[in-house]
């Protein structure tokens, strides 16, 4: 198993930046994916962006050219960078992290709201 915890969600206007970290623990060695998803009431959840033990970044086309992922598995860590927020952009997000044996575990998410 591994340990995600979030942080870096809040309030800001549109046109803002939030940084969002996920910090991973326990089973490292097993993970070779980690990424944020999002989700709204009523809705399912969305991948953002991920990124690959090997540097291969998945980016949802709805955030293209303004959210950016970083990650550094050495340290169990993933970063999302969002610049230009929307108001459609408003979610919980979810870091998650993959890997080897079917290993899948999520985060307890952080809200961002993007609102004036």
């Known amino acids: 198993q591994v340990q995600l915890v979030e942080s870096g969600g809040g309030l800001v206007q549109p046109g803002g930046s939030l940084r969002l970290s996920c910090v991973a623990s326990g089973r490292l060695f097993q993970v070779y994916n980690m990424g944020w998803y999002r989700q709204v009431p009523g809705y399912g959840r969305e991948l953002v962006a991920r990124?690959?033990?090997?540097?291969?970044?998945d980016v949802a086309d709805s955030v293209k050219g303004r959210f950016t992922i970083s990650g550094d598995y050495s340290k169990g860590t993933v970063v999302l960078q969002m610049n230009s927020l929307k108001p459609d952009d408003t979610a919980g997000y979810y870091c998650?992290?993959?890997?080897?044996?079917?290993?899948?575990?999520w985060g307890q998410g952080t809200q961002v709201t993007v609102s004036s």
């Open positions: 998650k992290a993959g890997g080897y044996g079917g290993l899948e575990n």
């Open positions: 990124i690959s033990i090997g540097g291969t970044t």
